[in-house]
């Protein structure tokens, strides 16, 4: 079955960084396109970044863009986010997901706290 686990949150002062990895298995990982999302307390889920199959082409939202970094490993079956110039709004629970045709699977999170 398909499982992805995230790792790597954290606590971290404003301008700091962090770097996340979700590690998948139960799917052919270099198949499908990645995707990194954040919800904060009250507020619903983001989608915050993705990448395609082979990496060569990758999204952010806009209040991302310039601090965050997406990649992946197919050797390893991991996509990673690396998070710089961390914000008190980039705060949030991080979920890694990957949409098959079966449907939406999501991690557990991991949380990210951003401290002023």
């Known amino acids: 079955q398909v499982q992805l686990v995230e790792s790597g949150g954290g606590l971290v002062q404003v301008g700091g960084s962090l770097r996340l990895s979700c590690a998948a298995s139960g799917f052919t990982f270099s198949s499908y396109t990645m995707r990194w999302y954040r919800q904060a307390a009250g507020k619903e889920r983001e989608l915050v970044a993705h990448i395609s199959t082979g990496g060569g082409s990758t999204y952010y939202t806009d209040s991302v863009k310039g601090r965050f970094t997406i990649s992946r490993d197919n050797a390893k079956n991991t996509v990673y986010l690396q998070m710089n110039s961390l914000k008190p709004e980039d705060t949030a629970v991080y979920y890694c997901?990957?949409?098959?045709?079966?449907?939406?699977?999501w991690g557990q999170g991991t949380q990210v706290t951003v401290s002023s």
């Open positions: 997901n990957v949409r098959k045709f079966t449907g939406d699977y």
